[in-house]
Antibody, heavy 118, light 107 residues
Framework: QVQLVESGGGVVQPGGSLRLSCAASGFTFSTYGMHWVRQAPGKGLEWVAVIRYDGTSKFYGDSVNGRFIISRDNSRNTLYLQMNSLRPEDSAVYFC???????????WGQGTLVTVSS | DIQMTQSPASLSASVGDRVTITCRASQTISSYLNWYQQKPGKAPKVLIYGASGLQSGVPSRFSGSGSGTDFTLTISSLQPEDFATYYCQQNYNIPRTFGQGTKLEIK
């Protein structure tokens, strides 16, 4: 069955860096666009970034643009999010999401918690 | 960016009630609209895709309708397990945007 398993979350100081990973299985990863979506404690869902299925295009939300980098390794079926210059407002559960096409249902991981605090 | 406005923000209802949640987009998004259910501590679960497509395994009491800018999620007869928070999301363009959520509580 389809699985997306995020890892790499934890506690980091403001200004620090963290790299999240998302391991995919049960579907053809290399044909799916992949997103990161986050949710601050007690808040709603916020889209963070997307990468095209072949890695040739990437887009970011305004709040992370210039600080976060999305990437993928299709040979390892893995999605990444490099997070730099972290701020307290980046504290959230980060979900990876696989999307075959806009008109089809997507797949979500269970999330990994990032806490930015001194 | 496309703004998604959900209403109501919260809703109190009883088991067996019919419930409707609405979502309005700030510009046309055709039928590129998903509905999600989220329970505390869990990932969102897709209920409806493409505005009206029922995700496999989702009970038929859930239905979605609409196109263009106005959309609805209807639960025909509330069950105890349906009390959760519901989100709409447009996947018409980037950035993807979500509604602010509707918290469905037991009356």
């Amino acid at each position: 069955q389809v699985q997306l398993v995020e890892s790499g979350g934890g506690v980091v100081q403001p200004g620090g860096s963290l790299r999240l990973s998302c391991a995919a299985s049960g579907f053809t990863f290399s044909t799916y666009g992949m997103h990161w979506v986050r949710q601050a404690p007690g808040k709603g869902l916020e889209w963070v970034a997307v990468i095209r299925y072949d890695g040739t295009s990437k887009f970011y939300g305004d709040s992370v643009n210039g600080r976060f980098i999305i990437s993928r390794d299709n040979s390892r079926n893995t999605l990444y999010l490099q997070m730099n210059s972290l701020r307290p407002e980046d504290s959230a559960v980060y979900f990876c999401v696989g999307e075959k096409s806009s008109g089809l249902p997507d797949y979500w991981g269970q999330g990994t918690l990032v806490t930015v605090s001194s | 960016d496309i703004q998604m406005t959900q209403s109501p923000a919260s809703l109190s209802a009883s088991v067996g009630d019919r419930v409707t949640i609405t979502c309005r987009a700030s510009q046309t998004i055709s039928s590129y609209l998903n509905w999600y259910q989220q329970k505390p501590g869990k990932a969102p679960k897709v209920l409806i895709y493409g505005a009206s497509g029922l995700q496999s395994g989702v009970p038929s009491r859930f239905s979605g309708s609409g196109s263009g800018t106005d959309f609805t999620l209807t639960i025909s007869s509330l069950q105890p397990e349906d009390f959760a928070t519901y989100y709409c999301q447009q996947n018409y363009n980037i950035p993807r945007t979500f509604g602010q959520g509707t918290k469905l509580e037991i009356k």
